[in-house]
């Protein structure tokens, strides 16, 4: 039977796949066609310039491949768009929360916890903690715990099992 998680996988293959590869190709190739039989062909002014579609195409790749760096590279460095695209990934992404399986789950954070265990005995047996800073340390190990657990910690959107 195939499971939940590999339908969701396949659904994000095929939108990257379908998205950036297929749609983009036919999206240029089609914009070009018509641009030039809708428009160049009914200007007689442009259709002196561009008589054959050919030369076109190859003309406003030359112009749009670089236009379109210099819009997306605006885009990424230059305007606020981005940055608020990517707080949103962060905002949404379930990892952000918790620990990521792999080496996080598995040995960074029990290394975390155990380091944090450590250092609050022995901080607690030179008696050079103040009652706010064990209450602080307090509530860390609490994430630290939860976190190791396979819990959350923060305010996640929407959680997501990872399992």
Do not use: C
């Not at 030359?62 to 990517?86: D, F, M, N, Q, T």
């Not at 960074?108 to 609050?120: F, N, S, T």
């Not at 307090?138 to 657990?149: R, S």
């Amino acid at each position: 039977m195939i499971s939940a998680r590999w339908l969701y996988r396949a659904w994000y293959y095929f939108r990257i796949g379908y998205g950036t590869y297929l749609t983009f190709l036919l999206g240029y190739f089609s914009t070009i066609v018509t641009v030039y039989y809708l428009a160049v062909r009914n200007m007689p002014t442009l259709l002196d310039f561009f008589p054959h579609f050919g030369p076109f195409a190859i003309i406003a790749t030359a112009v749009g491949a670089p236009l379109s760096v210099a819009v997306g590279w605006i885009h990424l460095k230059r305007s606020g768009l981005y940055s608020s695209e990517a707080l949103v990934a962060i905002e949404s992404n379930p990892f952000n929360y918790k620990l990521a399986p792999g080496y996080l789950k598995d040995a960074y954070g029990p290394a975390m916890l155990a380091q944090l265990r450590l250092l609050h005995k022995l901080s607690d047996a030179a008696g050079v903690l103040t009652a706010a800073e064990r209450a602080e340390i307090a509530e860390l190990e609490t994430k630290w715990t939860t976190l190791v657990d396979g819990g959350y910690v923060g305010a996640p959107r929407r959680r997501v099992d990872s399992t």
